[in-house]
């Protein structure tokens, strides 16, 4: 890749970000320990505090209250006999307003779930799992599943074989036979519907269904049992506490969950029941969508870009894996989502570390390390980004060494291959 240096930011000829470290670079600097990296941080970023947590709580719930009550106060849940009319417009934007901005906010509360999950929320983890479970449940994440599957994330980061959710698909698996024919799958849908459009089906998938498709163990898992044995088609779900994605000590709490999720789902079959389909979907299920779309995003862009590698299990450590994170300015949505996507780079080298000390830690962080060009900082904005992963962002040639993402976009079309 060519670079160049503008305002100490690396960036391609054509304007990209670039990360800083490249592994295959002979000068590239040695990594520090995470105990070197600790050390510049200030001991007070480590102390959790039960007020400090539950004050973002009711923070978020009064948020989401105030969120209702508007909605409530302008809204109807009855369609508008004219759907050609002014008022139906209305309705629609009027709806599409609120579940935006409501599953914003509730995003707050799901990484304030996933702080519980990490024990940063407060000193004691079982005050900790109570709150989780509760935020969570309520959002349909079945929490102690996603607890241990999401640890797991932060233990395996960025390895192609035994990380856990992004993780990357090789060429065969997308289709591709010699490195340049396209066979199936991903690649020939590609050719079919061309680069702008497979964009726009990578962001779907991820944004809109890639949530769910997740918790079943249909898309995004690693390759290896918790017996670190290959799993060979197996389904590995966050719901069965015999799947393979668990140690059987953990059988309980999974179960718990799963109970917790489905007592959800038969509460909201009793409201539909009691107040219609349409209201729960409108009330609930529209703010869901967005919630879920939120979270993926966030775990897609903060560990994925064509400069920022993969580690086959060769070459993977613990501190590269949580140095290939990345942090991205999120404007606005660092305020309802407690700068989950700004702070990322400390929260995966510190996840005990609570979420309001994140950005003192994060400075401390960035001063030891961008002066030996190991910190990640693409100021690119959150939706150009996603784009450009989305293009980009496609596969890896082998799951051993150290790899980088590749495009479909620069394999030639079979046709173009004929023609030779």
């Known amino acids: ?18 990360s800083p470290y490249n ?30 947590s539950m004050y973002f709580v ?7 209250a105030g969120c209702v009550y508007i909605a409530h106060q302008t809204l109807s849940t009855d369609v508008p006999a004219d759907l050609a009319s002014v008022d139906a417009l209305k309705w629609f934007l009027g709806w599409n307003t609120y579940a935006f901005w409501m599953g914003c906010i509730l995003t707050g509360h799901w990484v304030l779930a996933h702080e519980c999950g990490h024990g940063a929320f407060s000193p004691s983890q079982t005050f900790n799992d109570f709150w989780g479970f509760i935020m969570h449940q309520a959002l349909l994440v ?33 289709g591709l036979k010699n490195g340049v024919e396209r066979h199936g799958g991903y690649a020939a849908i590609h050719e079919a519907i ?31 049992g918790n017996d670190g044995k290959p799993l060979d088609g197996a389904v590995i779900d966050h719901y069965r506490p015999w799947s393979k994605m668990f140690p059987s000590k953990l059988r309980f709490k999974i179960a718990l969950s799963t109970i917790g999720v489905i007592a959800s789902w038969v509460g909201l079959y009793f409201a539909a029941q009691e107040y219609g389909a349409l209201p729960v979907t409108l009330w609930y299920m529209g703010p869901l969508v967005w919630n879920q779309a939120w979270l993926v995003l966030y775990t897609w862009l903060q560990h994925n870009d064509p400069s920022v590698p993969q580690y086959g299990p060769d070459e993977w450590t613990w ?4 140095l290939s994170t990345i942090d991205r300015p999120y404007g606005i949505f660092d305020f309802f989502h ?11 080298l510190f996840h005990e570390m609570p979420f309001y000390k994140a950005d003192v830690a994060t400075a401390a962080i960035k001063a030891y390390l961008e002066p030996k060009g190991l910190y990640n900082y693409d100021p690119t904005p959150w939706y150009m980004a996603m784009w450009r992963v989305a293009k980009t962002c496609h596969y890896i040639d082998d799951l051993e060494g150290i790899q980088y993402y590749k495009s479909l976009e620069d394999i030639p079309l079979s046709k173009d291959l004929k023609k030779d």
Not at 319 to 322: D, E, H, I, P, S
């Open 1 to 18: 890749v060519q670079s160049s240096s503008r305002n100490d930011i690396k960036t391609t000829k054509d304007g990209h970000w670039v």
């Open 23 to 52: 592994p295959l670079d002979p000068k590239a600097p040695a990594l520090p320990s995470k105990g070197e990296i600790k050390a510049v941080i200030p001991k007070e970023c480590f102390e959790r505090s039960y007020f400090h």
């Open 58 to 64: 009711a923070r978020d719930t009064a948020l989401a």
């Open 142 to 174: 079945p929490y102690f599943a996603w607890q241990y599957t999401h640890a797991k994330h932060h233990r395996r980061t960025n390895n192609t074989m035994d990380g856990e959710s992004h993780v990357p698909n090789s060429k065969d698996e997308m």
């Open 194 to 224: 061309g680069d702008g459009p497979f964009a726009m089906l990578q962001i779907f998938a991820h944004l809109a269904i890639g949530w769910p498709l997740y918790l079943m163990g249909l898309a995004s898992t690693g390759r290896l």
């Open 319 to 322: 501190v590269k894996g949580a």
């Open 338 to 348: 407690h700068k989950i996507g700004s702070t990322h780079v400390a929260h995966h």
